[in-house]
């Protein structure tokens, strides 16, 4: 029998790392030939032994590198490039040493691991050159959704086949016809990283170094994009595989940030003592804090919906956007006086919260989010509308793609954009209210629509389901290419 090993390569942030690992967790599941190592790439103010601690298989082992210290004065993307690209030597050093550690054990050739390719995350693509120092393919783990994907290979066409200036796009009117997308995109859902010169360049690299791997691995599911998936199948790029859902469900607050149990069951017990579909869960994500003028107006809706909440109310960092938010030690430092006090019956503010029980309990009725794409899968899964309140990254893509395209969700503001560059303005405690209102209000096609979803989201990694087929497929590729050792043919 033919054993494998993949070299996994993911961003240590919980947006990535989470699913990566979940995805390996399936992979070794499905084949015993398959072992994984997993060499996180991260930021000195990052951990990865909170998502590695319920990891069951021995076939799953980790390796965590040194980091060089961060320097505040580059832009973070600027940083990480820098850092991924210096750890090349490294990851390479690493990875023959397992090689060679594994050839010199006293057992039969056929025993032997091969090194079957790397599975590169999204942003960390200089590794698709360590791969090819090894004479292994690559793919890349991209932690998004496929309309993402779709819109980056569009963005990527627009500068280099036509020539266009992409940094000509921030505050435009302008909207885009992007493939696989039935609706024009507005400028102002782009990522940021396209409107910044340094910033556009760095992304772009990264993007047309997709196009050199064996495949792009999706976390999605047909159902949910099939339009989208189909424009991709066009022959221009990788083949693409959506494996998704891929989502860490084990909940119990054990989901990799929470390390107090007494706040979980308290949190938990006071959902239990909630009517069904009676309370909106607020949460932005493991890097999502607001100031306090925001805070106080999101406080001011609550009060004035007249609606349950749970709402997770994180302290923003000294250094916005290089740092995790942190709970505060009395959030009456942030909210209005009273507030807790005239709340006390229908509400709870908590710090960090355990967002997967709180998704999965019945009586969430509506979900204020990023629309972080782990966030935003996790809500499909458990049938929770989404009231979309983007702020980085491809949260902007994501709300719009949602909201407009999809129709699973209602806006609170879907350009709201808050990062290095970019201070927004304060969203009103109105606009905030209003949005809250229709999230809740379930008379809607929405809910229907959503609960169809949240049925095909669970069926994908069912037995037969569409993203268990892909996974199979995916799988029987790698070993194909190690026995062949030649030029890479997908038959998916």
Request: charged content about 25%.
């Amino acid at each position: 029998m033919t054993k494998v090993e993949l070299i996994f390569i993911p961003l240590a942030a919980a947006g990535h790392i989470v699913s990566a690992v979940e995805l390996a967790k399936l992979l070794i599941d499905r084949d015993e030939r398959l072992s994984i190592t997993v060499i996180p790439m991260k930021f000195p103010f990052f951990s990865i032994s909170n998502f590695t601690h319920s990891v069951p298989s021995s076939r799953i082992r980790f390796i965590d590198l040194p980091v060089d210290e961060f320097d505040p004065s580059l832009d973070i993307r600027k940083y990480f490039n820098i850092m991924v690209e210096n750890s090349k030597h490294v990851v390479k050093e690493t990875v023959s040493k397992l090689i060679s550690q594994s050839s010199s054990q006293d057992q039969q050739e056929e025993d032997f691991p091969k090194l079957g390719g790397f599975v590169v995350d999204m942003v960390c693509t200089a590794m698709i050159d360590v791969a090819n120092d090894f004479g292994v393919p690559s793919y890349i783990f991209f932690a998004s959704g496929a309309a993402s994907l779709g819109l980056f290979f569009y963005m990527q066409d627009l500068h280099d086949e036509q020539g266009k200036d992409l940094t000509e796009f921030e505050n435009s009117d302008a909207e885009l016809a992007v493939p696989g997308l039935v609706n024009p995109v507005p400028a102002s859902a782009l990522p940021s990283s396209f409107f910044q010169k340094d910033r556009l360049q760095l992304a772009l690299t990264t993007i047309r170094k997709y196009r050199e791997t064996k495949g792009i691995i999706v976390n999605t599911f047909s159902q949910l994009e099939p339009y989208t998936l189909k424009s991709l199948a066009d022959g221009r790029i990788p083949p693409v595989y959506p494996v998704g859902p891929i989502l860490n469900l084990k909940g119990n607050g054990q989901d990799g940030l929470n390390n107090n149990s007494i706040m979980f069951k308290e949190t938990m017990q006071w959902l239990d003592e909630q009517p069904p579909s009676s309370v909106v869960f607020l949460c932005f994500g493991s890097m999502g804090s607001f100031d306090v003028e925001q805070v106080r107006e999101i406080a001011s809706a609550l009060e004035n919906s007249g609606h349950r909440f749970l709402w997770s109310l994180r302290k923003p960092p000294p250094q916005d956007m290089t740092e995790s938010p942190t709970d505060y030690s009395d959030p009456r430092d942030a909210l209005p006086d009273g507030f807790l006090d005239r709340t006390a019956d229908v509400g709870r503010v908590i710090g960090w919260a355990p967002q997967v029980d709180v998704l999965a309990h019945p009586s969430i009725g509506g979900f204020v989010s990023h629309c972080g794409w782990n966030s935003t899968l996790e809500s499909i899964r458990f049938g929770v509308p989404i009231a979309a309140w983007p702020i980085y990254a491809e949260q902007q893509l994501n709300a719009f793609h949602l909201v407009v395209e999809l129709g699973l969700g209602v806006e609170i503001k879907l350009d709201y954009r808050k990062d290095q560059h970019y201070k927004p303005p304060i969203v009103n405690a109105s606009d905030i209210e209003r949005g809250i209102r229709s999230l809740m209000d379930r008379s809607g096609e929405r809910i229907k629509l959503l609960n169809k979803m949240s049925k095909y989201s669970k069926e994908a990694l069912e037995d037969g389901g569409s993203s268990y087929k892909t996974i199979g497929c995916l799988i029987e590729e790698i070993m194909d290419q190690v026995r062949r050792n030649g030029e890479f043919v997908s038959s998916c």
